[in-house]
Each structure stands twice: as C-alpha cells, then as structure tokens.
C-alpha cells in the first residue's frame, strides 16, 4: 500500500523543526503576474507585503475590506521538493504562489501562534489549503499533494524589513496560570 499521500510522522523531539530560515520572497503586482524572486520586501501590519497583489488588493481572492489572514502567505521548501519528489512532477516556489518560502520549521504547528521573521512579527491565522485555482494553473494532483502541507496565512502584527536568510522562530506563550 503507498503511503505517500499520507503526511509525515510527527518528529520525536518536540523542538525539532521550532526555527527555520526564510529562503525566498515572492511577490506579484497582479493576480495574473508572475511571481518575482525579491531578496528583501517591506511587511506593512495590517496590509500586505509592499509590492504584492494581496497588499493592493488585485490578488485574485482579495477580500474587501482586507482580511488578516490575506496578508502574508509561507510554505516550506521541504514540502514543495516532497511533493515534487513524490508526483515526478516539477513543483517549486513560485508556481506555488506563496510569498515567504521557508525551511526547517513546522509552519503548521505556528496556526493561532505569533511568530519573528528576522524584525518582524507575524501570527498564524490558518492552514493555506492548495484550491482548485492553483490546480487548473499547475495540475491536479497538487490539491492532494500538498494537502495540508500547502503553507500558512499570516497576519503582520509588527511590519518591517524582510530579508532572504532571517531566522523564524516561535514568540514563546506565556504559561497559563494555575487557578
């Protein structure tokens, strides 16, 4: 029986994967442009990420009024080369049409947590699922391929600069109080 449209096994050691580095910016002026590489990008609270569809609201599911969780999108590297790996088909960043591409951390386990990006601050707001537009613009199988390993929408608490090679790290939640 294949296993490969299963996710993998939850690590071990539960700080494994808890920082990573940002390896790629991309951006798009309109829902219909490419996405281009940019080693740094300004991250506006509250809008976007200057330069990119979403923050001028041209991205093809722009909401209006802006949304949070339409500021910022982050994948992992290491799902795009899983599924590419794992499909025989080519599969990478920018057909993903995601803006921060990461490695080395569990981008999931950052849903309902604020995280750093180098300066700035941002909070896991949900899953970003692949949808049926971005398998008519790739192919089909990604909708399974990428099924929860397709990123995370982000909102930007705290804007700044954004830069290839920051370190992403979880904010550290205040332990609860004992009642």
């Known amino acids: 029986m294949s296993t490969s449209h299963l996710l993998p096994a939850a690590p071990s050691d539960p700080t494994a ?9 991309l951006i798009a002026p309109s829902a219909s442009a490419a996405m281009t590489a940019v080693d740094v ?13 979403y923050s001028s609201g041209a ?3 722009s909401p209006s009024p802006q949304r949070p969780d339409f500021e910022v999108t982050l994948v992992e590297q ?37 995280f750093q990006v180098g300066a700035v601050r941002l909070r896991g ?13 790739t192919h089909a199988g990604i909708l399974r391929g990428l099924l929860h390993r397709g990123g995370l929408r982000a909102a930007i608490v705290e ?6 090679g920051d370190i992403i790290r979880p904010i550290p ?5 004992a009642v």
Do not use: W, Y
Request: charged share 20%.
């Open 173 to 177: 939640q205040p332990n609860p109080i």
């Open 41 to 53: 990008v300004g991250a506006v609270a509250g809008v976007g990420l200057v330069g990119d569809r």
């Open 78 to 114: 290491e799902n795009l080369d899983h599924h590419t790996r794992e499909s025989g088909t080519e599969f990478n960043a920018s057909m993903a049409r995601r803006n921060l591409v990461t490695q080395g951390i569990d981008l999931n386990a950052l849903v309902g947590r604020e």
């Open 159 to 164: 804007g700044g600069t954004l830069r290839v």
């Open 125 to 137: 707001i949900r899953l970003c699922e692949p949808c049926n537009h971005l398998a008519k613009a």
């Open 17 to 25: 994967r808890s920082e990573g580095r940002l390896v790629a910016i």
């Open 59 to 61: 991205g093809t599911f």
